[in-house]
């Protein structure tokens, strides 16, 4: 049984982005969960959990991945989806500068493609280097990549800022990227 809560919130991950089927739990179109089956599925996948440490797991989470509704009925991650889920998120203005943290062996790619969404539905971009720094060191040595949110706004491009702080945008073109 796992008791650990970093590997219990990181099958959460897994199953409230990316295969809910894992534990046989449905999304609804705007990728909730109801919690109790949630809670069932993951104990039956050998996690220890409850409510009270799913509560704590959500109120704690380091980068606080998801999200109660108000009566705690259901639960969904706040960004970083690969299933097909509407999250319903707001476009917002971003900052004039926002950040993207890769790996250096991507960077040919980059230059030749800009920024490709991948297997989730945006690219996700930081508003501190730091943080885009650690995003990239999960794929390697990392570097970080200036774009020019704000000119690409102007030019009618749409940003989101999920609700724990992650801005996304669709593909991001190589003509808004600054390489160091
Ligand atoms: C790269 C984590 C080659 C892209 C983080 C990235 C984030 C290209 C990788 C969130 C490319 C995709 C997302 C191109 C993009 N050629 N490589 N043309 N375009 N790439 O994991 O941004 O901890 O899907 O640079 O904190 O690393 O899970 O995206 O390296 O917020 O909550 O393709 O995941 O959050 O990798 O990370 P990912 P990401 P969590």
Known sequence: MTT????????LSLVLRHKPETIDLVLDENG??????????????NYSIDIDILKDIVKSNNKQRFKFNQDFSKIRANQGHSVNVDLKLEQKSPPEILFHGTATKNIDSIK????????RHHVHLSSDKETAKNVGM???NPIVLEIQSG??????IDFYL?????WLTENVDVKYIKFE
């Open 162 to 166: 999920s609700e724990n702080g992650v």
């Open 151 to 156: 000119k690409m706004n102007a030019e009618g």
């Open 32 to 45: 909730w969960a109801d919690t109790e089956l949630l809670i069932q599925g993951v104990q039956k996948a």
């Open 4 to 11: 650990d809560k970093v590997k219990i919130s990181k099958f």
């Open 138 to 140: 999960r794929h390697g």
């Open 112 to 119: 030749q493609h800009g920024l490709l969404k991948q297997s």
